[in-house]
């Protein structure tokens, strides 16, 4: 860690400069090669040496899956938790100490699956917790069995004659619960992600970050047809609050909203020009809604901030409540609270006061 002097009006100020470096915990990392683990990792250490926050402020709270080891590999405070219960952990630690810069490291089977209620309750709640969900549509932990990403018709060790249930979307639940931070990114696209976490971080409110994630060993090149190097600018769409929906490796084609409805075209053709395109706005829940729908091959796979609002966040409301009720009630009294309703049992020499 370095500390850089800063002179301006009064006093000098010594401002908190960090390097990737400095949040690497020196622990031997133990993921598959070529695991896109390694890139998010990679991302949030970057991520964090931005965000101006002093190292101890950090807690990265886990459940249980290959991307629960995170704690470990990160110069943070960290908690690896139970499966599925990293939002709740995540939830007391945040209205404990709400100056904290609380994270959440979870995977398409401990945050959807059995972690689907803790997730979903956090989010409607608007805690200032983030969470970020690696999704490789595969349980890579216990060696290969379809998750709740899984797609129709992909064969694990657990389908082996191909997934028969409808995939959950990470991103359409949080828009269910109105959630207040929603993007999406890519696991190698490393310096997108950084900047997604570093505007997770500066959120107010929960923030859900969904990661496409490879796993080589189980489930590998999952997202190769649209997120590979060479395709990945035809075949996704990055969008950003006050620019039209452009996207291709030429710029050429873009995404006009029509009567609810997304549809492809082609800039040149038929007239098209810039000004037709749909110009988007992360503020707009049902524009968010129908881009969220998106998905390859129909259309482009959207990657990049998809909402951002600003509202009163749990911990907000919680320690409002309670300065109001103190200005109303005063101040509680925990002993009488605890023998307010207690009496007196005579019976000879063992009369107890209970």
């Known amino acids: ?74 110069n943070v405070y960290g908690f690896h938790g139970i499966h599925g219960r990293a939002p709740a952990i995540a939830t007391g630690i945040k209205v404990a100490n709400p100056d904290l810069s609380v994270w959440v490291v979870t995977g398409d089977g401990d945050g959807l699956a059995i972690g689907g209620n803790h997730l979903m309750h956090a989010i409607r709640r608007n805690i200032g917790i983030k969470i970020l969900l690696f999704d490789n549509r595969i349980y890579g932990l216990t060696k290969g069995q379809y998750s709740p990403t899984s797609v129709i018709g992909q064969e694990t060790k657990s389908s082996p004659y191909g997934v028969i249930e409808r995939p959950a979307d990470p991103v359409l639940l949080a828009l269910s619960q109105k959630a207040t931070f929603i993007a999406r990114a890519i696991d190698y696209d490393i310096k997108r ?74 800039l040149g053709e038929n007239g098209i020009t810039e000004k037709d395109i749909t110009v988007y706005d992360e503020t707009d829940f049902y524009l968010n809604f129908i881009i969220a729908n998106m998905h390859y091959p129909a259309f482009p796979e959207p990657i990049g901030i998809i909402r951002r609002v600003r509202e009163p966040t749990f911990e ?9 009720v103190k200005k109303r009630k005063g101040v509680g009294n925990l002993e009488k609270l605890i023998y307010k309703n207690s009496w007196e049992v005579k019976g000879g020499d063992n009369s107890k006061k209970i």
Not at 22 to 41: K, M, N, Q, Y
């Open 1 to 74: 860690m370095l500390s850089t002097e800063v002179k301006g009006e009064g006093s000098p100020q010594q401002v908190l400069k960090y390097t990737p470096k400095d949040f690497d915990s020196g622990e031997t990392v133990r993921w598959c090669p070529g695991c896109g683990d390694f890139a998010i990792l990679n991302a949030v250490r970057q991520a964090f040496a931005q965000m101006g926050i002093p190292r101890e402020k950090f807690v990265i709270v886990s459940g249980i899956g290959c991307s629960s080891r995170f704690p470990y590999y990160m």
């Open 193 to 266: 992600l950084s900047q997604i976490i570093i505007e997770a971080g500066k959120h107010q409110g929960t923030a859900l970050v969904h990661i496409y994630q490879d796993c080589p060993t189980f489930n590998d090149k999952a997202f190769e047809d649209f997120a590979g190097k060479e395709v990945m600018s035809e075949k996704t769409i990055e969008v950003k609050h006050g620019k039209p929906l452009i996207f291709g490796k030429n710029l050429d084609k873009g995404i006009v909203v029509k009567d609810g409805k997304p549809h492809i075209v082609k």
């Open 316 to 324: 907000e409301l919680l320690y409002m409540q309670i300065e109001d």
